[in-house]
Structures are given as structure tokens and as C-alpha cells.
């Protein structure tokens, strides 16, 4: 990928952990983190991936590492932050970005398939934060969630209901994680990304899907990593200090109206 990120030092000194830097939005705000003095540790469920970019990063000077993980396994992700908090002695960012996703029409959804996706969007973002909570409390730390424009919309054509369910429930969990973590120093917020570019959706959707979601957006690209790493840069750093509790989409404003 293209870098078009700015380098500075509104990280610098920042214990940072950030899911699913394998590739897409993860990888973009590692590297952005990392440029801005960021300590990173990542990790990806795909074997390697989140090595193989951490190394990247580490080659240019940067002190970033990655981790195989599959966070839908409560154990996996415990151990993986201890592992982390220990290494960097502390956590003051959790970048809860990974999940993965499931589609189906409602009438053909299971049991089985629901259950799927609260795992792999819902639950995996308590399996990492309740583990950090107690570093995070040490650190007065922000949370940045991951959630979606489908937590926010009804979108009927594409079989979202448990991807909707599960991000509307990331919001919902951002704001109490706020109102719980306040008395700490604790801030959580999310982010609500549109249509983004990314592996999983460049391999995931044929062309009418793909001008389907771009018809939804009154900026009319697909938004890419680099768009969303900017605003969880503000979000981790010191400069959203008066910030917390919020849901900020970052969508090319689809959720602003229609062309
Ligand atoms: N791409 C979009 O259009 C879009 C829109 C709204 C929200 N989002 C959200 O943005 C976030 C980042 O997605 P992306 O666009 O970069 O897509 P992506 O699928 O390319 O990136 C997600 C990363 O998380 C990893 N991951 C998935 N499940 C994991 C698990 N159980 N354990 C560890 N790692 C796991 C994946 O391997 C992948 O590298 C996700 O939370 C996604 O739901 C994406």
C-alpha cells in the first residue's frame, strides 16, 4: 500500500496494542502509530501476517511486533495481552480493530451462523478489553472500538442483521466502557467506517455490491486505511483528552443524507 501518512511525534512514549494488523485498516494505523513514536504490539489470525508487517515497520527503525492470534479464542487473546502489557511494560492504547464476518439473507440465517458472527465481531472485543482493563486503569488509557456504519443503518440488499447486531453492540459497549472507565482516566471511543478497501472486502464483493455500498456515499470512493488511521490517531492520542463515550463515522457521509 501507498503510505500517504505524515510522520510527527503525537505518539511518542505510547504503549500500544492494535488487532488484526495483518493487512487493511490495522496494518495502515500500525504504521501511522508507529511513525507518530508509538510501541506497538499487533497481531493477526492470519498465520505470519501480523509478523510479517510488524517486521516491515521494525526494518525501518520502529519498535513494533506481531503476533498469530485467533482473538475469538478468550484464552489466545488473554494471553496475548498479558504478553503484550508485559513486553511494553503497561498499555496505554487498546486499538480493538480486527473482526471478521458472516452475510445471510435473515430468513436463511442459523443459529450456528449468528453465533459466529457475535464471536468474531462482538466478542472478541471483550476478550481483548476485559484482560487490558486493569493495565489501562494503571495508565488512565483510551480504547479505540471498531464498529460500523451497519451498527448505525439498516442495510437491506447485502444480509447484515448479525454484522449490524454485533457493531450496533460494539457502540453500545464503547459508551459504557466509557461511563465505567471515567473515574480511572479511562476514555473509549468507536469508529464507524463506510465502505473501506480492504482484503476482505476487494476479495468479498463483486462489482454490484461494490457500486451498491459506493451508491450509499456522498464522496463516491471506497474509503481506504490510511482515512480511518487519522482520526484513531487523534483518538489514542493526548490531543482527544476532553473526548469519550463517542461514535465518530468516518464514511465519505453515508450516514449524513444522499446525492
Ligand atoms: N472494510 C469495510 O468496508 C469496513 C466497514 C465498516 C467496518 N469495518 C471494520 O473495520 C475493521 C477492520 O477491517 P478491514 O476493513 O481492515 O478488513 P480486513 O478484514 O482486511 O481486516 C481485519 C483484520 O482482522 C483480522 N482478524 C479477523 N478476525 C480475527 C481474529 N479472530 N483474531 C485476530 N485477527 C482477526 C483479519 O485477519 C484481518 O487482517 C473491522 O472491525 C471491520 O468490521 C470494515
Not at 98 to 110: E, R, Y
Not at 219 to 229: E, V
Request: aromatic letters at 6%; a negative charge.
Amino acid at each position: 500500500m501507498e503510505s500517504t501518512l505524515s510522520a510527527g511525534n503525537r505518539l511518542v512514549g505510547k504503549r500500544v496494542l492494535i488487532t488484526g494488523t495483518g493487512g487493511g485498516q490495522g496494518a495502515a494505523a500500525q504504521e501511522l502509530f508507529a511513525q507518530e513514536g508509538a510501541r506497538v504490539v499487533g497481531c493477526d489470525v492470519v498465520p505470519g501476517a501480523a509478523e510479517s508487517a510488524a517486521r516491515k515497520l521494525a526494518e525501518q527503525g520502529h519498535d513494533v511486533h506481531g503476533h498469530t492470534v485467533d482473538l475469538a479464542d478468550p484464552d489466545e487473546a488473554c494471553a496475548w495481552v498479558d504478553a503484550a502489557a508485559a513486553s511494553l511494560g503497561g498499555i496505554d492504547v487498546l486499538y480493538n480493530n480486527a473482526a471478521g464476518f458472516a452475510f445471510a439473507p435473515f430468513a436463511d440465517f442459523t443459529v450456528d451462523l449468528w453465533r459466529h458472527v457475535m464471536r468474531v465481531e462482538l466478542d472478541i472485543v471483550f476478550h481483548t478489553t476485559h484482560p487490558a482493563w486493569p493495565h489501562l486503569r494503571q495508565s488512565g488509557g483510551a480504547i479505540i472500538n471498531t464498529a460500523s456504519v451497519s451498527g448505525l443503518r439498516g442495510i437491506g440488499a447485502i444480509g447484515q442483521a448479525a454484522h449490524s447486531a454485533a457493531k450496533g453492540g460494539v457502540i453500545a459497549l464503547t459508551r459504557t466502557l466509557a461511563a465505567e472507565g471515567a473515574p480511572d482516566g479511562i476514555r473509549a471511543n468507536a469508529i464507524s467506517p463506510g465502505f473501506v478497501s480492504s482484503p476482505a472486502t476487494d476479495t468479498a464483493m463483486d462489482d454490484d455490491a461494490r457500486q451498491y455500498m459506493l451508491n450509499m456515499h456522498l464522496i463516491q470512493r471506497p474509503g481506504t486505511g490510511p482515512d480511518i488511521a487519522a482520526l484513531a490517531l487523534y483518538l489514542a492520542s493526548d490531543e482527544s483528552s476532553w473526548v469519550t463515550g463517542q461514535n465518530i463515522s468516518v464514511d465519505g457521509g453515508w450516514t449524513a443524507g444522499y446525492r
